[in-house]
């Protein structure tokens, strides 16, 4: 049981700095074909999609069964969803602050992380 613990939290760990590098990567990446940074409605549009990008590519190495092969179908479709998922609400989490900076805690937490989470399904 320790062990599915801690294989978890390092995995949350991982997709959350894998989700923050991703950002800032399609921050560098949203430019036109004129090579101008993109603006309003088409940045965030990119960023979105791009983010997305993100957190299924790092997840797709994950998705092995217990004995080390490749998941497929249904199975592989369940993991990424469920991966995904822990993923966006680890990033909310690591958001989940005050102006004053300090965690929020509470019904403003519950609150900020499902708005966070709606926001990044969209």
């Not at 801690?6 to 950002?23: D, P």
């Not at 957190?55 to 069964?65: D, G, I, Q, R, Y």
């Amino acid at each position: 049981m320790s062990k599915l613990v801690a294989v978890v939290l390092s995995s949350l760990f991982i997709a959350n700095m894998a989700f923050a590098q991703s950002a800032s990567d399609c921050e560098a990446k949203a430019i036109d074909k004129n090579g101008k940074a993109l603006a309003g409605a088409a940045k965030t549009s990119f960023m979105k999609k791009c983010e997305a990008d993100a957190l299924t590519a790092s997840c797709e190495p994950k998705a092995v069964s217990k004995d080390g092969k490749p998941l497929a179908g249904a199975a592989k479709t369940s993991f990424m969803k469920k991966c995904e998922a822990e993923a966006v609400t680890a990033a909310c989490e690591t958001k989940a602050v005050s102006s004053a900076g300090k965690p929020l805690a509470g019904a403003a937490k519950a609150s900020f992380i499902k708005k966070c989470e709606a926001e990044a399904k969209n």
